[in-house]
């Protein structure tokens, strides 16, 4: 069974960048589809990115494309998630998710992202 922990959350102010990872431990990493979930308080969990195991067709949701970035790392069975010009509504918990078919069913412990106005 695979196992993910994420990690690289922190308090930064409006227009910072910060890099997110994501360490996979467990077999068949290259076999599954890789996520990025975020919950902010009060508010339910929405999709941020996702890439396919073969690199192909990275998606983001539209509230942030253009300014993050999803990528793995196959040697390092890692999948990162760069966030670039960050705003307040970027604050949330994020958290990393795994799917060997069409559902998502392994979650990281999540990491917390606070921007500051």
């Known amino acids: 069974q695979l196992q993910l922990a994420e990690s690289g959350g922190g308090l930064v102010q409006a227009g910072d960048s910060l890099r997110l990872s994501c360490a996979a431990s467990?077999?068949?990493?290259?076999?599954?589809?890789l996520g990025w979930f975020r919950q902010a308080p009060g508010k339910e969990s929405e999709f941020v990115a996702q890439?396919?195991?073969?690199?192909?067709?990275?998606a983001y949701a539209d509230s942030v494309k253009g300014r993050f970035t999803i990528s793995k790392d196959n040697a390092k069975n890692t999948v990162y998630l760069q966030m670039n010009s960050l705003k307040p509504e970027d604050t949330a918990v994020y958290y990393c998710?795994?799917?060997?078919?069409?559902?998502?069913?392994?979650w990281g412990q999540g990491t917390q992202v606070t921007v500051s106005s």
């Open positions: 890439i396919t195991r073969d690199f192909s067709s990275p």
């Open positions: 998710a795994a799917r060997p078919g069409s559902i998502y069913n392994v």
């Open positions: 467990g077999r068949l990493f290259n076999s599954y589809g």
